[in-house]
């Protein structure tokens, strides 16, 4: 079965920092892309990041570039969202998410598999 487990939500001050971790299992990661989406309260699901675990190619939505990063551990089907300089509308259930191709979109109906959400709030 394919799994995503987010997890490495929490409370930060506005300026602080977070780290993210999506383990995967159930699919072959190398050949996939793992996203992360965020949706906060009353806003509809928006793209944050992407990356390729097999050459490293990644993507940021413009709200984040410049203050995320992703990476990818291929020993450990691990994708890490390190969130420095957090704002108070980063605030949301953020999610990770599985597309089986390698196209490397953050387009949300490209992604195949869901994970739980992990709540990532930061106050001002």
């Known amino acids: 079965d394919v799994q995503l487990q987010a997890s490495g939500g929490g409370l930060a001050q506005a300026g602080g920092s977070l780290r993210l971790s999506c383990a995967a299992s159930g699919f072959t990661f190398d050949d996939s892309t793992i996203g992360w989406f965020r949706q906060a309260p009353g806003k509809e699901r928006e793209g944050v990041s992407c990356i390729s675990p097999s050459d490293g190619r990644a993507y940021y939505g413009d709200s984040v570039k410049g203050r995320f990063t992703i990476s990818s551990d291929n020993a450990k089907n691990t994708v890490y969202l390190q969130m420095n300089s957090l704002k108070p509308e980063d605030t949301a259930v953020y999610y990770c998410?599985?597309?089986?191709?390698?196209?490397?979109?953050?387009?949300?109906?490209?992604?195949?598999?869901w994970g739980q959400g992990t709540q990532v709030t930061v106050s001002s």
């Open positions: 998410a599985a597309d089986l191709s390698n196209w490397v979109l953050l387009t949300e109906y490209e992604y195949d598999y």
